[in-house]
């Protein structure tokens, strides 16, 4: 079955500061999903990734899918308190089967 | 367009009582999730449905779970009788073939 690790599992950076979290599949993925989820809240479509070695920027957001599709980075650039929330991270395997995701990046960003 | 729309966005319910959580899938949208939220187990899949058909319900707990999307704009799931371990964030999501995925806002259920 398709399994996504994602690390860190929590993160705490400095305002300003840059940081990156991965995600690394079992299995080649067909797409993979960035979303983010503030607490008590639903998940938020960020950026979609399904071409080997595709990068995909959003503000200050950036994504990039590996050659072999199987993991993809998602970088932030002068972290703001608006980053913080928890970052997921979803693989579609055929493009019409359900998102698997892994457990999540749970970002703060202090002043 | 409205999203994916859930309701109640609370509910806050007795153990052995029957709860049923809805769903509005978006317009045009041909498939529909059900999702479970846990800090221990993360985001699961419980079970979905492309063009009102049940797929897979291979992650539904218990046969105390049951789901039904009687037609293309309403989903339902249904926990009876429920208990504190169901206690959780149930997330509806709906797409098309290779476009993303929308999520509601999620209903967050607590069993006491």
């Known amino acids: 079955s398709q399994e996504l690790e994602q690390s860190p599992q929590s993160l705490i950076v400095q305002e300003g500061k840059n940081l990156t979290i991965n995600c690394t599949s079992s299995?080649?993925?067909?797409?993979l999903y960035w979303y983010k989820q503030k607490y008590g809240e639903g998940l938020i479509f960020l950026m979609m990734?399904?071409?080997?070695?595709e990068e995909k920027s959003h503000e200050k957001i950036t994504a990039k899918l590996d050659e072999k599709k199987q993991q993809s980075s998602l970088h932030i650039t002068a972290s703001q308190p608006s980053h913080a929330g928890i970052y997921l991270c979803g693989a579609d395997t055929s493009g019409n089967t359900p998102l698997v995701f892994g457990k999540g990046t749970r970002l703060s960003v202090i002043a | 367009d409205a999203g994916v729309i859930q309701s109640p966005r609370h509910e806050v319910t007795e153990m052995g009582q029957e709860v049923t959580l809805r769903c509005k899938p978006i317009?045009?949208?041909?498939?529909l999730f059900w999702y479970r939220q846990t800090m221990m187990r993360g985001l699961e899949l419980l079970i979905y449905f492309n063009n009102n058909v049940p797929i897979d319900d291979s992650g539904m707990p218990e046969d105390r779970f049951s789901a039904k999307m009687p037609n293309a704009s309403f989903s339902t799931l249904k926990i009876q009788p429920s208990e504190p371990r169901d206690s959780a964030v149930y997330f509806c999501a709906s797409r098309t073939t290779s476009v993303k995925q929308f999520f509601g806002p999620g209903t967050r259920l607590t069993v006491l």
């Open positions: 299995k080649t993925l067909y797409g």
């Open positions: 317009s045009g949208h041909n498939s």
């Open positions: 990734l399904q071409k080997g070695g």
